[in-house]
Every structure is written in structure tokens, then in C-alpha cells.
């Protein structure tokens, strides 16, 4: 009696899960997928500069030479000594037919807040012979808040897609039943060449009081998207 009792209750049971699965499997929903983007202008700006000497009238221009002119740059633009960080020093030997010589040449990263404190720093760069410039970061202080807010833009996007096609239906829309993040990220890094990096030095040098943004520079863009679930009332 026993065991038929305990077989009777095992009976009881999976005949309740599966009715309860069945009920779930059976629920009206709708699966959408919502997505939001929005570009931001940096206020985290990493310029990297490369300066090494050189011969010049069979003399070698010397790093000490090279860097009084960058130091220049920076106090006529303000720049405080945490904004600007050497990143790399190194020294190359290379052979003359009299002599062995070393080249000396090192890296500087500057950090600006703003598009405007880079371009009035790169104008005073005319005289100074630096080998190598490119911007190596782009970046904003409330990153995380901007990613909420486009990331909550998504779901909300979502909810608005699957109102429409439930209503059009003749129903109504539900409670969700399951929001998954698809992300596509951000760019926040940017890497410019050379070339780009002398157009834009040019420009600022040939146009007094040229914008930022009439240069076209670079924004971050971010972008979300959301799967969806809703149920059907």
C-alpha cells in the first residue's frame, strides 16, 4: 500500500508540473527589439606627441632643443603639469663613416577637457618640430550615465514597438516577461594618422578663431539594442 500510495502522489505531481508548463508554454506574448544611439562630445581628450632629434646642418637638433618648444606651448595654453605625462624615452645608435652617434627621442600624452583647449595648444606648435602627433583617446566623464540613459532609451523604444503592434492586433499590451541587453558598445577610442593629425594643426594655424566642430571632429557614438519579450493581455 505503501508504494502504490508514494506512485500515486508521483502521478499527482507530474500531472501538476505539466499542467503548469502547458499554462506558461501557452501564454500570449510578443518578442521585439528596441534599440537607441546618441553621439557625445568628449571632454576627455588625449593628444600623443612623439619628438626625436635629428642632424640639421651636420649638427644633431638636440631633445632639449626640440622640448623648449613644446614646454612653451603648454604655458601659453595653461596647461596644468597633471594634464601632461611622458608616456616613453628611448635612445637609438646609429653609424657615420666618422662616428657613432645616438638619437634620443621621447613621448608626451596631453590631456584636454575640451576641442577648443586642443586646437589654441596645437596653434603654438608652429615653430616646434614635433615627428609624430595623433589623438589617442577619446572619452567623457559621465560615460556611464550616457550609457544608462541610451540603454533605457532602447527598452523604452521596445515597449512602444510592441503597443503598436499589439493594439493594431486588438489586444493589449502586457507585463514584460524577459529584457535581454544586446550590446553594441561604444567607440570611445579613436586613433588618428599622421596626416589628419597636420590638417587639423594647419587649419587651426591658417584660420583664426576656427570652431572645433567646423573641422568635423570626431564624436562618440553609442548604441544599444534590447530583446524583448512582452505578454498579450
Known amino acids: 500500500m505503501k508504494h502504490t500510495k508514494h506512485l500515486y502522489t508521483l502521478i499527482f505531481v507530474i500531472v501538476l508540473a505539466s499542467t503548469a508548463y502547458g499554462q506558461q508554454d501557452q501564454q500570449r506574448y510578443i518578442e521585439v527589439t528596441g534599440s537607441a544611439e546618441t553621439e557625445i562630445t568628449p571632454d576627455i581628450i588625449k593628444l600623443t606627441l612623439d619628438l626625436r632629434e635629428y ?3 651636420k649638427k644633431i637638433v638636440r631633445l632639449k632643443e626640440i622640448e623648449a618648444g613644446l614646454f612653451r606651448a ?3 595654453s595653461g596647461l596644468s603639469e597633471d594634464k601632461v605625462v611622458v608616456t616613453k624615452a628611448a635612445s637609438s645608435a646609429y653609424s657615420t663613416r666618422r662616428k657613432r652617434n645616438a638619437i634620443a627621442s621621447k613621448s608626451y600624452e596631453i590631456t584636454f577637457s575640451d576641442q577648443k583647449g586642443l ?3 596645437t ?3 608652429k615653430n616646434t618640430d614635433i615627428s609624430y602627433m595623433h589623438i589617442s583617446y577619446l572619452g567623457h566623464s559621465k ?3 550616457y550609457r544608462l540613459k541610451v540603454k533605457t532609451e532602447a527598452v523604452v523604444a521596445a515597449r512602444r514597438k510592441a ?3 499589439v493594439e493594431a492586433a486588438g489586444a493589449s499590451l502586457g507585463h514584460p516577461l524577459t529584457i535581454t541587453e544586446n550590446n553594441f558598445g561604444d567607440s570611445p577610442y579613436v586613433s588618428y594618422n599622421a596626416g589628419l593629425s597636420n590638417s587639423m594643426l594647419r587649419v587651426q594655424q ?3 578663431g576656427t570652431e572645433a566642430d567646423d573641422i568635423g571632429f570626431k564624436k562618440i557614438k553609442l548604441r544599444y539594442q534590447v530583446n524583448t ?3 498579450i493581455d
Open 55 to 57: 642632424e640639421k646642418n
Open 74 to 76: 603648454i604655458e601659453g
Open 119 to 121: 586646437l589654441n595648444f
Open 123 to 125: 596653434s603654438r606648435l
Open 143 to 145: 560615460m556611464s550615465e
Open 163 to 165: 503597443t503598436t503592434m
Open 206 to 208: 591658417d584660420s583664426v
Open 229 to 231: 519579450r512582452f505578454a
